[in-house]
Structures are given as C-alpha cells and as structure tokens.
C-alpha cells in the first residue's frame, strides 16, 4: 500500500505565527526531509523547536505557508480529510473526555474510528492488559493519574492500527516509570503490528531507541541521521572530570560551564562533571579550567551529539534570546554568614492529610544553611504538598516543622518573611512591565519607599532585565528569570522553586542551575522540585517521594548506591529502582496485612 | 484593571449600552400604535369625536369600511385596536348616553390597558372641547366607551407572559448549555484529538445537536404542560405549529450557542457573549416585555434581526388569538433559514484546524 513511498515527504515547508507582539515567528523554517515507512522516526528539539507545529501540519490540523507536505502519498494540505482518515495522532495534551469511564473513552475513539465490533473486544483487551488498565474500566479517565491518563490516551489512540502513528512528546509531563512503560507498549506494538510511527520528544534517551532521528531548533532541521550517526559528531569531545576532594562537583561544572569559547556544555553527574569540549579547542586548554582535576574521555551521547547542535545553533543565529545566561557575579549577590552547617528547616513526622487520602506520611528531614535540596518524586508523590507547607503556604496535619528558626505551625507570617517562593507556573502578573512587577512583590513583602526602589534597581541589574519590558512578552527563559527575581527581592534566606525548569530549553536550564550555583555560593538555602532526574546532580542533597512516603534521603551519591545499580548508573535509573522497590514491598506489606 | 480592556469594557460599556436602551429605547408607553376606525356614523359630531385619535403621536388612525375588516386587521395585528362609532351615535350625543365601541389586544395586556386610557381620552377630550364652543349642549354630549378586549378577555398577565417564557425557556436551554460545548473541548484539547479521526465537521455538529434537542424538548413539554394546567393560558392556535415553531426555534437557539462556542473557543467568553447575544436580547428586544412598536427604529431593527423577536410574536399569538398559517409560515421560514445559516456556520468553526 505504502511500501513503495516515503510514509512522509516534505519539501521546503515554513509555517509562521503571530507572535504575541505582533511580529511574525517562523516556528518552521524552510525544513525538508524524507521518512521512510516502517520506521520508528524522532523529532527531537527543545520547548518552542516547533516540533509540535510540524506534527500539527502532518495532521493536517495547521496549513503550510509555503512548501509541500505529502504524508501516505497524499498532499495533506489538499486532502486533510484523507489523511486523517488513514492515521493516528496522538496531540502532547491527549484530551481524554474526563467524566467518560475508561472504557467509554475506548468505545468513543472506536466509534470514531469505525472499529467493527468483532475487532473491538479483542483489541480492547489486548490494549488494556497492554496499558494496565484492565481493572480501572469503569472509573473515570479524570481520576486516573497522570501517567495512566498518558497511556489510555495512546490506548485511544490505538483502537484501530493506522497506516502511521504520530505522538507528540507522549512522554512529557510523565513520570519516569510511565515514561518507560510507555515505550515499552510502544515498542511491543511495533513489532508485532509493524506499525510506522513519528514521535516528537524532548528526552535523548527516547530518541535513541529510534531508527532515525531529526534535530530541530527554532524551527530549523539542525541535523538528521541515525543515532549512531549523530553520535558521531561529539566523538572525542567528551569527557568527565572528577573534582579534586572537597570541591562540589556543580562547583566545577559553573567554572566549566562559564567558559563558553572552550566548552560547548557541562553537566554535574554521578558526583562528576560530564562536559563537552568545543570542536575548536585542543585538550591542552583546559589545563586551568581543570585545576587538579582528573579528566577521562567519554564514549560521546546522543545527547552530547545535541547539545552541541544547539550550541552551534545558538551561535550561529547570534540570538540567546531562548537560553539567557544570567550574568552571575557572585559579588553583588547578598552575602550571608556562611557558618555551614546550621539546620535552616527541620521537618520531623510531617502528615498532610486530605479527608481520607495521606498526601504525605510522616516526613522528617533537615536542609542546612546554602544547601541545595531537591525534592524528587512522580507525579501524585506529594512533592508539591510537601513543598507547601515547607512555604507556609498549607497547614500541616500533624508534625513539626522549623523554617528558618520559626514554628510555622505557629508564626508563619514571620517565616514567610524570610522565604522566598517560585511557583510552577508563570505566576506574576502578565499585562504589568518587569519593574511594575517586581515593585509589586517587594511592596507585598513589606518593602517601602527608597529601600523598595534601591531593591528593585539592584535586582533589575543582577538578573539583567528591561525595566520596561511587558512581563508576559518575555521569551520563557526571562519570565523564569523574572520569576526569580521577584522571588528573591527582599533578600530571603531560604528560596523555595517548584519545578523551575519545566517547559524551558536545555540551554536555559543550565543558565538557570548556574544560577541557582552562585545563590548558593552567597549563602542562600534552595529547595527545588523537578522531574528532570538528572537535575538531582547539581543538588547537595535530595529526598524521592512516592506515595506520600519519603523513599530515600541522601546525597545524589549516596541515593544512587542505595539503587544498588552501581556507581555508574544515571538518576533515572536510581529512581525508577528505589521508586519501584518501594512499591514492591508496600504491596507486600498490604498482601501480608 | 487598566490593562485588562475587556473587563473595562464590561464595567463601562455594559452600563452606557444599557443607559441608553433604556432612556431612549425601551419604555411602557404607546407610540404611534393603529386603531382601526369604522365610522357607522359618519356625522360631523362623529367625526369630531374621534379626531383626537389622529391628533397625537400615540395613536394614528387606520380607517376600516366594515367591521368585519377591522377585526380582520386585528386578528393579523396590523392595528392594535379598533375603534367603531354606532349608527346611532349622533342620536344619543344629544341624549347624552353616546356610547364608542372599543375592541382592544389583549395579547399584551400592558399595551391593553395604556392604550384604553389613551383612546378614552383622547375621545372625552374631544367632546369636552365641542361643548365648550356650544354652550346649549351643556349638560349632554356625554360618551361612553364600551371596551372589550380581544384574545386576553380578563386581562391576566399571566396568559401573555407565559407563552412569552417559553420564548426565553428556548433561548436559555438552547444557547446557554450549549455555549459551552465546544469551547469546553477546545480548553481541554480533547477536538485535537478528535479531528484526527474520520469523523467529518458536520457529524460533529449534529453528534452535539441532538442530545441537547432532547433534553429542550423535554423542557418544551413541560412547558407546554405547565401553561396549559398550571397557568390555565388557554391554546387558541394549533398545537401541532406551536411544538414545530417551538422546536424550529429550539433548533436555532442550540445552534447559536454551538455557533458562539466555536468561535470564542474559550467557556467563560462563550458564556458571556451567549448571555449577552441571545438571552438578554429575548428578554429585551423580543417584544416580551416591551412593546417593539415603541422604540427607535435602530432598536427595531436591531430587534428585527433577532430570531427570539419573530418566535416571540409567533408563539404569543398561537397561544392567545388563533392560527394564522401565513404569519406562521413566514416566521418559521425566518426561522428556519437563521437554523441552516448557523448550521453551517458552526460547521465551519470545527473545520478541523488549528489555525
């Protein structure tokens, strides 16, 4: 049917959108290739590469400016209807009708379809033991958790076998077992039903499990190939240094990191620094960046391959427009009394109950004084519970808990008054300028007159911001940027972030952990949440949550020898493994109950 | 507040709109409302005694040859009530018991009433000004008004509010349940989905039509049920055009509200503008509280272009004064091609893009 062409043609396509400035954006810029069928294909990219505008074009749900677009032999911006006939989409934000039971979504989807009732029974069955959700048929989608909303979404998606498949990012926002339940479905299904698919996805260790594999950065196809391929390109670039003993390791990622004409990237890992050299410079120059530390050569990654890409990119087009780096000087930071080692929060049995449900069950832990402290957990762990009412934001059932020396079951005005808090999402107010912005928290924390001007003034210049610039305008590194600052305005010992990187491109991620490195330098204590596990490393201590019950406690280190996956294994791995243990046993203890 | 335009625009604009419409537009009173004249009598005194009805902007004249004609134009409404001087009329000036026969519509018993004070005095004024310049007729030249309303004989408001209502039951059910349907899907991005299937815009319409259909007709029932025993209003037209009317207009309200939900993509915006767009016009404009024929001609026009307004007219008059099939057939053909332009209309705001 298909055999003889390309499942996907594309020639010369662009699509622009209003910015909300008014100003056109090219969010695909002249990009061209070929996919042959049968093949399970990439799009990788950071947030705004405009991988989800080309799936969009594929599915004939977005027109093309200009070029030509031909997917299953059919000009999909001539026939969409023919198109969307023949395949399967699954969009990022798989809209599940809510109030539908799960098998209701099923039956709909089926219906849509036009699945014959003969091949319905059994393609239920075999997608629910799939997905394991054969035992929550009747409940509604809306109370699922979010990872298994994600795979009834692709189960939905999945009610006929389509001629091609395309995913949009299925895996984000998902949690890192139900990220890998899910290509596991997936990749059981190709290979039974020789399924053609197209999966647009954030996450290097996604693209790696495909076939072929294209780079897209602000609209532009950087690059395409075959993992291997890609790989290729950071060959005997790569390395990894161990800092010299009482050197932390995200220490030394901000030195190498800074260094931008030298190297291209550097990440903390397993108590290491993992870095890239620029293609340009010799090993010989990183002699004083080094120090004493030891450096080793590195098979390259795929995600080596791309971050060199990006910074390429980056450069090329002389815009960093996406990926600030905040200019640190660790001078002008406020400088607190770095008398190490003091307990700024102290938690012991903390519950938080909601009616019958435990969103968190006796916690207890210490962060000190310039600690990084991470919280870790999936989706539904009690992370953000937790983190509310370390904020004072949420009253605790029952337990203690210190901040900053002050009860907060008891005074939390007064802990509020030392703690500064970034909210998941964009939470400052969008229509008002950066400086109307940042007058307004440093007036609601109690900032008045000339100290709120001179306060203002400084952070304006710290973080490097237009005073005059409309805050809802920013790209979304600034609005982070911004975010922070005004978290930050009036000086606080403690700054609480609740999932700051989500939704920003790695470039911006490693300008924002550099830093949060310098706030901790200057004596500033941070918590953080995130489910970017690799984003653990750059934290002194962290904690992995899951059910409400606090799993492991520890440096990154040491949580990762508690895996017992060995000194080599990544992050992702150590969770997936105390996460699942946990489980394991609590089903023991439930059986045994 | 400043920068959230919309908002000031609901604070600010919302009220001046409404200033305005109710200063300049909307009032009780009776303007330039026909009455139908049969002149049995056609003596001068007669005559004199109905100028007052030509003379001011609130009645004009509408000159009948026979009774008959005259109830005609009443029951078409083309006059609002009819005027009949008797044979003997001039005889019985001067035997001061003259007596002028009003008929009125009682379809809008407001109107009614406004316009029997203004008939009665615009008839006593006249004589009183007649005896005046002859002084021998002092003492006679008394009239009295006979007036009985037509199709609303006790004047209960309820018989001409409730079929009114169920007016506004359809519009409220129609557009303001469904506004909320696409844009419910639009915001939790479950059409993306769904347009990638073989599902066509036109099945996606109809699939959100029907369940909504039942539930007005189930409404329409109850309504019909609650006017007829409840209320006792009684149901003079034809029953079968009064359920076809009814669900022609069901059919057009439920197609606005999808038509305004597809457009604004957004539950709150959909809500407000169904609000704003359908029911407050209903309430308004539709001629169920105030009487159309007394407002600017931008108003009427406006009033005129709302499908509520010739449902209004229609249902009020299936209800009270009986069928007229040409009336009927022209405002459900209004009806019905409002019903097919949203149809398609919504049919292209799910036209399966993003873009």
């Known amino acids: 049917m298909t055999g003889s062409f390309a499942s996907i043609v594309s020639e010369g396509l662009r699509k622009a959108f209003e910015a909300a400035d008014g100003s056109a954006l090219d969010a695909i810029d002249d990009v061209s290739f070929s996919i042959p069928p049968g093949t399970l294909t990439a799009f990788v990219g950071p947030d705004g590469a405009g991988k989800t505008t080309l799936m969009r074009m594929m599915a004939g749900l977005l027109t093309p400016d200009v070029g030509s677009l031909r997917v299953l032999g059919v000009d999909v911006r001539r026939d969409p209807q023919e198109v969307q006939s023949r395949i399967s989409y699954m969009p990022q934000r798989f809209g599940l009708y809510e109030d539908l039971s799960v098998q209701e979504n099923l039956d709909l989807y089926a219906d849509l379809h036009g699945v014959t009732p003969e091949d319905r029974a059994r393609r239920f069955s075999r997608l629910l033991r799939m997905t394991g959700l054969e035992r929550f048929t009747r409940r509604p989608a809306g109370n699922l958790s979010g990872g298994m909303k994600q795979k009834l979404g692709l189960a939905c998606t999945l009610v006929r076998v389509p001629d091609l498949l395309l995913l949009d990012e299925p895996s984000v926002g998902v949690d890192p077992l139900s990220r890998r339940d899910l290509w596991r479905i997936l990749a059981q299904l190709i290979e039974e039903e020789g399924l053609s698919v197209v999966v647009s996805t954030a996450y290097m260790d996604e693209a790696e499990r495909c076939e072929q594999v294209f780079v897209l950065n602000q609209g532009r196809l950087l690059a395409q190939g075959t993992p291997r391929e890609l790989r290729g390109r950071a060959e005997g670039l790569t390395y990894v240094a161990e800092p010299r003993e009482g050197m932390h390791a995200r220490e030394l990622q901000a030195r190498l990191i800074d260094a931008r004409e030298r190297i291209a990237d550097a990440v903390p890992r397993g108590g290491a620094v993992r870095f890239i050299r620029s293609p340009e410079s010799g090993d010989a120059d990183l002699g004083d960046l080094l120090h004493d530390a030891i450096m080793r050569e590195q098979p390259a990654e795929l995600e080596d391959a791309f971050m060199l890409l990006l910074r390429e990119h980056v450069a090329g087009a002389g815009s960093d427009a996406g990926s600030p780096a905040l200019a640190v000087d660790d001078g002008s930071l406020p400088r607190h009394a770095r008398d190490g080692g003091d307990t700024v929060i102290r938690v012991r049995e903390l519950v938080r109950k909601f009616g019958d449900f435990t969103a968190v069950a006796n916690t207890s832990f210490d962060v000190r004084r310039g600690e990084i402290f991470g919280l870790l957990g999936p989706n539904g762990a009690g992370k953000t519970t937790t983190f509310r009412m370390l904020c ?183 969770f997936i493994s105390i996460v699942e243990q946990a489980r394991a046993n609590g089903n023991d203890d439930r059986a045994a109950a | 507040m400043l920068r959230d335009r919309s908002n000031l625009m609901v604070g600010l604009l919302l009220p001046i709109a409404l200033i305005l419409l109710f200063g300049y537009g909307l009032s009780f009173d009776v303007r330039n409302a026909p009455v139908a004249l049969v002149m049995d009598d056609n003596s001068a005194i007669a005559r004199e005694a109905v100028s007052g009805i030509g003379g001011s902007e609130y009645l004009v004249p509408v000159h009948a040859a026979t009774m008959i004609e005259a109830e005609e134009m009443l029951r078409a409404g083309r006059v609002e009530a009819i005027v009949r001087v008797p044979v003997d009329f001039t005889r019985r000036v001067a035997a001061g018991d003259a007596r002028v026969q009003l008929i009125l519509n009682g379809l809008d018993s407001t109107t009614a009433t406004t316009m029997e004070s203004y008939v009665g005095g615009a008839i006593s004024s006249a004589m009183q000004r007649r005896m005046d310049r002859s002084p021998e007729m002092r003492g006679g030249g008394r009239v009295e008004l006979s007036q009985r309303t037509w199709f609303n004989e006790a004047g209960y408001s309820t018989w001409y509010l409730v079929p009114g209502l169920i007016a506004l039951i359809m519009t409220l059910v129609g557009a303001f349940l469904t506004s909320l349907l696409i844009a419910r899907e639009w915001e939790r991005g479950t059409l993306e989905a769904l347009f990638v299937t073989p599902v066509r815009p036109l099945e996606l319409v109809l699939a959100k039509l029907v369940p909504y259909m039942i539930v007005g007709i189930i409404d329409l029932v109850m309504c019909l049920l609650a006017a007829r025993y409840l209320f006792e209003v009684p149901i003079r037209g034809s029953l079968l055009a009064i359920v076809v009317a009814s669900l022609l207009y069901l059919a057009v309200s439920l197609l606005l509200g999808l038509f305004i939900s597809g457009v604004t993509r957004n539950q709150f915006a959909a809500s407000q503008l169904a609000l704003l767009l359908s029911f407050m016009p209903a309430l308004m404009l539709s001629g169920f509280v105030f009487d159309l024929r007394n407002v600017p001609v931008v108003v009427r026009v406006v009033a005129q272009a709302l499908p509520a307004t010739h449902f209004m007219g229609m249902i009020k008059s299936l209800f009270l004064a009986g069928t007229d099939w040409i009336m009927v057939l022209r405002n459900c053909g209004i009806l019905g091609a409002y019903g097919v332009i949203l149809l398609f209309a919504t049919r292209r705001t799910l036209r399966k893009r993003l873009d």
């Open chain 1, 392 to 574: 004072g934001l949420l009253p605790a059932t029952s337990g203690e808990l210190d901040v900053a020396g002050v009860n907060l079951r008891t005074a939390r005005a007064a802990a509020r008054a030392r703690i500064g808090y970034v909210a998941q999402r964009f939470s400052l107010y969008s229509n008002l300028s950066v400086r109307e912005n940042l007058e307004f928290f440093a007036g609601a924390y109690g900032l008045r007159g000339r100290t709120l001007k001179r306060r203002v003034g400084e952070t304006l210049e710290r973080f490097g911001l237009d005073p005059s610039a409309t805050s809802g305008l920013l790209p979304l590194g600034y609005k982070q940027r911004l975010a922070m600052a005004a978290g930050l305005i009036h000086e606080p010992d403690i700054l609480f972030l609740d999932e700051p990187t989500s939704g920003i491109d790695p470039l911006a991620r490693r300008a924002f952990w550099r830093a949060i490195t310098a706030l901790s330098q200057a004596g500033v204590t941070v918590v953080v949440t995130t489910h970017f596990m690799e984003e653990a490393e750059y934290c002194d201590r962290i904690a992995i949550q899951d059910a409400g019950r606090l799993l492991a406690l520890g440096t990154p280190r040491e949580v990762r020898e508690r895996a017992g996956d060995g000194e080599e294994a990544d992050m992702n791995r150590a």
